[in-house]
């Protein structure tokens, strides 16, 4: 489930219409940082994570990018689970506290 950002209300052919935006209310709080793994070389990323949180009636989520990087927009304060995952690897969760924009870095175990 997709949780909106801000809602656009215009008029159109009479009527009101409601759409939703990608962009969150000012100084609404992120979640971002770093997904890798550890390797023979050492740390490496991890492209193509997922990681979510839950934010109010819905989640939000974001993919980390080819340095394992990602950013979570439009969260609200608090603890809550966050989760990483992608195929191959071991599900990762843990409890985030988040107040203002806030750091998570994860380490993933791929499956043997």
């Known amino acids: 489930m997709r949780t ?4 656009q209300v215009r008029e159109g052919g009479g009527a009101l219409v409601v759409t939703e935006t990608d962009e969150y209310p000012p100084g609404s709080p992120t ?3 770093a997904v890798s793994e550890m390797t023979p070389k050492g740390r490496a990323p991890v492209e193509g994570a997922e990681v979510w949180r839950s934010a ?3 989640w939000r989520s ?3 990018d080819k340095n394992g990087l990602y950013r979570i ?13 992608k195929e191959g690897y071991l599900h990762h969760e843990a409890v985030v506290t ?15």
């Open 31 to 33: 979640l971002s940082g």
């Open 73 to 85: 927009q439009g969260l609200y304060d608090g603890a809550e689970i966050v989760g990483t995952g």
């Open 56 to 58: 109010g009636p819905g």
């Open 62 to 64: 974001a993919t980390t």
């Open 4 to 7: 909106p950002g801000f809602q």
């Open 98 to 112: 988040i107040h203002g924009d806030s750091l998570h870095d994860v380490e993933l175990v791929r499956k043997r």
